[in-house]
């Protein structure tokens, strides 16, 4: 933990530097991402592009790739971002940045959404990747005791918590450390592996009514591409729903605690523009997210007949009313 806030401090510091003029040639950035609910990233790291100077019309050329929340073509998709022969190669999400590192070891990849670039394999270390990867860390595997935490205060007697994990790297270590807290709390991970859209909508109709007490989203990009499933599903069980992003609160969600998607792909920009003006990727530092919020739908409270307690709503960043 000392070497990653060692290393997130150093990367604070390296953003804040001035940043060079674009150049006046467009440059190519190609962006491969899952889409769906992941499109406030894209939003994010256009409108931080823009604030660097960059413009679509005069200096910029941007080829995004959805695949539309994953699946069989994702390597495919890669490689064929990859042939376009781009200055800079954006990827949202862990298995979309593995799928890049995998279709070329020269063109700079800068990721963003990822839970865990060193246990997922993608870098060795926080502070320099010593490849041609960089970017933001979602922080998403250390956050997982956190919001059992916030799911437990928020709703005391939920005792059965619904896990649905995909097999992605970020979703095992997620899940992993989460059984440790559900330990501590007296809480039982009724876990469901899925590896698409139509396994999450398999696993949710063969669970009756009254299965689960709670469902927690493990993070991954294949869950959170759908989360509106699960949205429906926790407000036709009247149970409350954990997951990690406020604008998925925002659409439904109880409470959340974790990164913004639009602020993530602002910050992404700015590495971006790094990579851009010539600093290497692996003298960049994986950064983590510049703000991590609370946020509560009092809506989806009322609906599900939850009473957040004072103590939580006077955290919380964002209230949905």
């Given at each position: 933990?000392?070497?990653?806030?060692?290393?997130a401090?150093?990367?604070?510091?390296?953003?804040?530097?001035?940043?060079a003029?674009?150049?006046?040639?467009?440059?190519?950035?190609?962006?491969?991402?899952?889409?769906?609910?992941?499109?406030?990233?894209?939003?994010?790291?256009?409108?931080?592009?823009?604030?660097?100077?960059?413009?679509?019309?005069?200096?910029l050329?941007?080829?995004?790739?959805?695949?539309?929340?994953?699946?069989?073509?994702?390597?495919?998709?890669?490689?064929a971002?990859?042939?376009?022969k781009?200055?800079?190669?954006?990827?949202?999400?862990t298995?979309?940045?593995?799928?890049?590192?995998?279709?070329?070891?020269?063109?700079?990849?800068?990721?963003?959404?990822?839970?865990?670039?060193?246990?997922s394999?993608?870098?060795?270390?926080?502070?320099?990747?010593?490849?041609?990867?960089?970017?933001?860390?979602?922080y998403s595997?250390?956050?997982?005791?956190?919001?059992?935490?916030?799911?437990k205060?928020?709703?005391?007697d939920?005792r059965?918590?619904?896990c649905?994990?995909?097999?992605e790297?970020?979703a095992?270590?997620?899940?992993?450390?989460?059984?440790?807290?559900?330990?501590q709390?007296?809480?039982?991970?009724?876990?469901?592996?899925?590896?698409?859209?139509?396994?999450i909508?398999?696993?949710?109709?063969?669970?009756?009514?009254?299965?689960?007490?709670?469902?927690?989203?493990?993070?991954?990009?294949?869950?959170?591409?759908?989360?509106?499933?699960?949205?429906?599903?926790?407000r036709?069980?009247?149970?409350?729903?954990?997951?990690?992003?406020?604008?998925?609160?925002?659409?439904?969600?109880?409470?959340?605690?974790?990164?913004?998607y639009?602020?993530?792909?602002?910050?992404?920009?700015?590495?971006?523009?790094r990579?851009?003006?010539g600093?290497a990727?692996?003298?960049?530092?994986?950064?983590?997210?510049?703000?991590?919020?609370?946020?509560?739908n009092?809506?989806?409270?009322?609906?599900?007949?939850?009473?957040?307690?004072?103590?939580?709503?006077e955290?919380?960043?964002?209230?949905?009313?």
């Amino acid at each position: 933990m000392a070497a990653l806030a060692c290393a997130a401090g150093l990367a604070m510091l390296l953003t804040a530097a001035l940043h060079a003029a674009p150049p006046a040639r467009p440059v190519k950035i190609a962006v491969l991402t899952p889409g769906l609910s992941f499109g406030e990233v894209l939003g994010g790291l256009r409108d931080g592009l823009g604030q660097l100077g960059y413009r679509e019309d005069t200096n910029l050329i941007l080829l995004v790739e959805d695949t539309k929340g994953g699946g069989s073509d994702v390597k495919a998709q890669a490689q064929a971002l990859v042939a376009a022969k781009p200055d800079v190669l954006v990827t949202v999400s862990t298995s979309h940045t593995m799928a890049a590192k995998s279709a070329t070891s020269t063109i700079p990849i800068v990721f963003t959404w990822v839970g865990d670039p060193v246990r997922s394999g993608l870098v060795p270390n926080y502070a320099s990747s010593g490849n041609n990867l960089t970017g933001l860390s979602v922080y998403s595997g250390p956050l997982s005791g956190k919001r059992l935490e916030i799911l437990k205060e928020i709703t005391p007697d939920a005792r059965r918590i619904l896990c649905l994990v995909a097999r992605e790297s970020i979703a095992e270590i997620s899940f992993g450390l989460a059984q440790r807290t559900a330990e501590q709390l007296g809480m039982v991970l009724i876990r469901r592996d899925v590896a698409s859209r139509d396994d999450i909508v398999r696993e949710l109709g063969a669970l009756p009514r009254g299965a689960f007490d709670a469902i927690y989203h493990v993070p991954s990009g294949l869950v959170t591409a759908h989360i509106g499933l699960l949205i429906q599903r926790a407000r036709d069980d009247k149970v409350a729903l954990m997951t990690h992003e406020d604008e998925q609160v925002a659409a439904g969600a109880l409470v959340s605690y974790g990164a913004n998607y639009r602020r993530m792909g602002q910050q992404t920009a700015r590495i971006v523009d790094r990579v851009l003006s010539g600093v290497a990727p692996s003298e960049i530092p994986i950064q983590i997210p510049d703000k991590l919020m609370l946020a509560i739908n009092l809506v989806t409270a009322r609906t599900i007949g939850l009473k957040p307690p004072l103590t939580l709503l006077e955290r919380a960043e964002r209230i949905v009313e």
